[in-house]
């Protein structure tokens, strides 16, 4: 069966052929380092290592992350103040946007909030919805982002 790995230090995932027989603990040997954990994609708890991608009821073509973050410190800066949360490391940054854009984050009005994205403190590029912030996590476990418009008019 074909899997898709998201690992800590790399933004997209990759496709990996896997036995649905392995253990998380073989899956973290064949494709990281030891001490490594295991999620399902959006999970809350890492799986553990005895059970297997069947006994997991991870199927084919499913998302898992590899990392050694437990949690992830998500900071998000919009318009000179900031903002943080822990979210498990396979959560996806979509979820983050919602937090940050919602109620509990800068609340930002239903209209304007398609007009923002999320773009990793530094970097140049706005992050897609699908990427785990474990992906984006420094090896503190932590990952910056700033809340930046989608079209800046220039004038």
């Given at each position: 069966m074909e899997l898709f790995i998201h690992t800590q230090g790399?933004?997209?995932?990759?496709?990996?052929?896997?036995d649905e027989f392995l253990t998380v603990r073989?899956?973290?040997?064949?494709?990281?380092?030891?001490?490594?954990?295991?999620?399902?994609?959006?999970?809350?708890?890492?799986?553990?290592?005895?059970?297997?991608?069947?006994?997991?009821?991870?199927?084919?073509?499913?998302?898992?992350?590899v990392g050694h973050c437990r949690n992830v410190s998500v900071q998000v800066r919009f318009g000179g103040s900031n903002i943080t949360r822990e979210f498990p490391p396979p959560t996806r940054v979509a979820r983050v946007f919602e937090w940050a854009v919602g109620p509990e984050g800068f609340n930002l009005?239903?209209?304007?909030?398609?007009?923002?994205?999320?773009?990793?403190?530094?970097?140049?590029h706005p992050i897609s919805p699908s990427v785990h912030v474990g992906s984006l996590a420094s090896k503190e476990c932590a990952v910056c982002f700033d809340l930046a418009a989608k079209h800046n008019p220039q004038g």
């Open positions: 790399e933004e997209g995932p990759k496709l990996i052929e896997v073989e899956i973290v040997e064949m494709h990281f380092e030891p001490g490594g954990l295991v999620w399902i994609e959006d999970a809350e708890l890492a799986l553990e290592e005895t059970v297997t991608i069947e006994a997991a009821q991870i199927g084919h073509h499913g998302h898992i992350h009005p239903a209209d304007q909030r398609p007009e923002h994205d999320l773009i990793v403190c530094g970097g140049d």
